[in-house]
Nanobody, 124 residues
Framework: VQLQASGGGLVQAGGSLRLSCAAS????????IAWFRRAPGKEREFVAA??????FYGDSVKGRFTISRDNARNEFHLQMNSLKPEDTAVYYC????????????????????WGQGTQVTVSS
């Protein structure tokens, strides 16, 4: 299974970006999917997930970010609006193929497959 993350870039504060994660080698339609991020000098942070058709968000992105999936394209996305400088990080997509329990949704080690990361930089 390979995940390819894309869509990162440089944007001014208040702007928007849409990240994509394309999968090959596996159909994602029933998998649990997520986005994490890692800022310089910080731990990997949970951003958003779809678990059993329900969406979950980290507190710092609620109301600004939206996770979605496109089963026809075997992709999933992260729409990021009202970006802030503190959103600057490398963003990673991740997949758990069905064994994820509720209490582990935001736990990086619960995910089996990871994309390579895409850099998002928000300037003030």
């Amino acid at each position: 299974v390979q995940l390819q993350a894309s869509g990162g870039g440089l944007v001014q504060a208040g702007g928007s970006l849409r990240l994509s994660c394309a999968a090959s080698g596996r159909t994602l339609s029933r998998d649990n999917i997520a986005w994490f991020r890692r800022a310089p000098g910080k731990e990997r942070e949970f951003v958003a997930a779809i678990w059993r058709s329900r969406t979950f968000y980290g507190d710092s992105v609620k109301g600004r970010f939206t996770i979605s999936r496109d089963n026809a394209r075997n992709e999933f996305h992260l729409q990021m609006n009202s970006l802030k400088p503190e959103d600057t990080a490398v963003y990673y997509c991740a997949v758990n193929p069905g064994t994820l329990i509720y209490s582990s949704i935001s736990t990086p080690r619960a995910y089996d497959y990871w994309g390579q990361g895409t850099q998002v930089t928000v300037s003030s």
